[in-house]
């Protein structure tokens, strides 16, 4: 297999995980959210998750802006593009992690009522939504990244310069997607401690 046509699978994978993750947010919020008491516990827990949530990536924005800054100028726009690459889709995988998060805790609660099986499904795709989210941006992040430096950029990974060029570029967009997550499972981790 060629390396475009692999890059194409890569990319094909990463939708299908997408895809699969859609699906799954579907279906985990078609689900029941329980009565009325249930639905007000539920609002004031997204209320706060969401208030969370923007003071958080207003924060991680700042500082991934000045780290990109600083990788730019001292690595040059591609590690810095690589960089903002990782964050952006990090930080959306977590944001919409999030959100499905709090609104499924309460319909997973709900299908408990009915039995077991019925809760633990809502709560398996509710998480398997995120993951698939996570791998399916990662996925198109890395394989569009490689085809817009060596395809669309012109840089062949077979020459010692331009091919170190593009490991650079690859490993500073996991580096951005690295530093996001370690911050907001940090912040999470407070922000569930002191709730």
């Known amino acids: 297999m060629d390396s475009a046509n692999l890059l194409l699978l890569v990319l094909l994978c990463g939708v299908a995980g997408l895809a699969y993750g859609v699906w799954a947010i579907r279906s985990v919020l078609s689900a029941s959210p329980g009565n009325a008491r249930m639905q007000e516990i539920a609002a004031a ?7 969370y949530l923007s003071r958080q990536y207003t924060t991680i924005s700042f500082v991934a802006v000045v780290v990109a800054v600083i990788v730019g100028i001292v690595f040059g ?3 810095a593009v690589g960089f903002v690459i990782g964050a952006v889709m990090s930080g959306a ?4 992690g999030m959100l499905v998060s709090v609104r499924a805790n309460v319909r997973t609660t709900e299908a408990s009522r009915k039995g077991l099986a019925q809760g633990l499904a809502i709560a398996f795709k509710s ?3 995120t993951g698939m989210l996570v791998v399916g941006l990662a996925l198109i992040a890395m394989a569009g990244y490689y085809a817009l ?4 950029m012109g840089y062949d990974v077979n020459d010692a310069v331009n091919g170190r ?3 650079e570029g690859l490993v500073a967009l996991s580096l951005g997607a690295s530093v996001i997550s370690i911050f907001a499972r940090l912040g999470g981790g407070i922000f569930t401690k002191g709730a």
Do not use: D, F, W
Not at 45 to 51: D, L, N
Not at 93 to 96: D, K, L, P, S
């Open 77 to 79: 726009p591609i590690v």
């Open 45 to 51: 827990i997204q209320e706060g998750a969401s208030a």
């Open 127 to 129: 998480g398997a939504s």
């Open 165 to 167: 060029k593009v490991v």
């Open 93 to 96: 995988a977590g944001y919409i």
């Open 149 to 152: 430096l060596t395809m669309g």
